[in-house]
């Protein structure tokens, strides 16, 4: 499983960001996927993730209302929406996919199995 992240770039406190991941090798839909992000000096932390057919979604506290994660298993892709951007959502965020198709307890790195190159956003204030 390959994947590509994009859509990251610079943004204004406030703005709005759609990530795009799209997955190449072999279909994902079978699999749970997610978003993670590392800002400078910082461990990679858990942002979203969407169960396999997408009916179930958990995300961190701090983006729980700002962001919403989706996935289209027809482009086998998942998306990340991110409204009201401010400048702690500053990081290459990292799509990521697991050979599990459930997200339960799938908050920490070792619990995916597949990483895209990552998507650099920057929020400046």
């Known amino acids: 499983v390959q994947l590509q992240a994009s859509g990251g770039g610079l943004v204004q406190a406030g703005g709005s960001l759609r990530l795009s991941c799209a997955s190449s090798g072999r279909p994902v839909s079978s699999n749970a996927m997610g978003w993670f992000r590392q800002a400078p000096g910082k461990e990679r932390e858990f942002v979203a993730s969407i169960n396999w057919n997408g009916a179930t979604t958990n995300y961190r506290a701090s983006v729980k209302g700002r962001f919403t994660i989706s996935r289209d298993n027809t482009k086998n892709s998942v998306y990340l929406q991110m409204n009201s951007l401010n400048s702690e959502d500053t990081a290459v965020y990292y799509c990521?996919?697991?050979?599990?198709?459930?997200?339960?307890?799938?908050?920490?790195?070792?619990?995916?199995?597949?990483w895209g190159q990552g998507t650099q956003v920057t929020v400046s204030s």
């Open positions: 990521t996919a697991r050979r599990g198709n459930h997200i339960v307890g799938a908050t920490t790195t070792q619990m995916y199995d597949y």
